[in-house]
Nanobody, 126 residues
Framework: QVQLVESGGGLVQAGASLRLSCAASGRTFASHAMGWFRQAPGKEREFVATISWNGGSDGYADSVKGRFTISRDNAKNTVYLQMNSLKPEDTAVYYC???????????????????WGQGTQVTVSS
């Protein structure tokens, strides 16, 4: 089992920055690719960013590329999402997820992830 707990969400104005954290416990965190997803009211959960098990590669949705940065600290069992230049359309519940795949690939789809956190709300006002 892997337990994931997100934190760092909040209410900010457009143009501001936030850093989300996801603390993992349970199985070997360092072996797994990690991802961030988000879900706005009335919409499906969508991919935001992903990072390989060792942080050597990452991938982003086009909507956040250049503004968001995913990183991880395997010594702290934590993955981060640095969000800059936030826009009202970034408003959503943000979820951290773990993909129990023992390889160096990146994963972009909801069904590829095995464990999920409870989510943290990010609200960006205009």
């Amino acid at each position: 089992q892997v337990q994931l707990v997100e934190s760092g969400g909040g209410l900010v104005q457009a143009g501001a920055s936030l850093r989300l954290s996801c603390a993992a416990s349970g199985r070997t965190f360092a072996s797994h690719a990690m991802g961030w997803f988000r879900q706005a009211p009335g919409k499906e959960r969508e991919f935001v960013a992903t990072i390989s098990w060792n942080g050597g590669s990452d991938g982003y949705a086009d909507s956040v590329k250049g503004r968001f940065t995913i990183s991880r600290d395997n010594a702290k069992n934590t993955v981060y999402l640095q969000m800059n230049s936030l826009k009202p359309e970034d408003t959503a519940v943000y979820y951290c997820a773990a993909a129990l795949r023992y390889d160096s690939r990146l994963y972009y789809h909801v069904h590829e992830y095995d464990y999920w956190g409870q989510g943290t709300q990010v609200t960006v006002s205009s």
